[in-house]
């Protein structure tokens, strides 16, 4: 298999950005590094870096949605700031997934590793992110099997009929 190009996944919020990125071959995420806000200039450039480090071809931002798939504030102001983003990297592509409880999980990913709690506090945004790619990788994986199955299914029938 070749390699695609890399996806970055991100956990935003008004203090910290959590960043992952994907493996060269799409399969998983891992965490980058959280990036502690100060101004857009500045997260802009810590980001700058990071995209052309990994040569970084799409976005993935996480969208904390309520309980209804409803767009809840937090999720309006990461909408928003994936937008600025993209304003200012236009060759991304951007997508979107609900990660109501990214946090929660990375939260108890942390836990289980048994690492103390200053630790876990300073990675959480981190492997927020990291569970954010992982779900988007994970349904990008389940659709394309779903598409070759398809296709299979549809090249064996044309086989049975031509024959």
Known sequence: MQPVPRILGLDVGTRTIGVAVSDPMGWFARGVTTVQRHSWKADLAQLKAILTQYEVAQLVVGLPLGSNGEMTEQARYSRGAAERIIKEFPHLQ??????????????????????????????????AAVHILQDFLDQEQRRQEAQNREANRQLLANNNTTN
């Open 94 to 127: 951007l997508s979107y997934i609900d990660e109501s409880y990214s946090t929660e999980s990375a939260k108890a990913s942390l836990r289980a590793t048994g690492m103390k709690r200053r630790k876990q506090k300073a990675l959480i945004d981190q492997q």
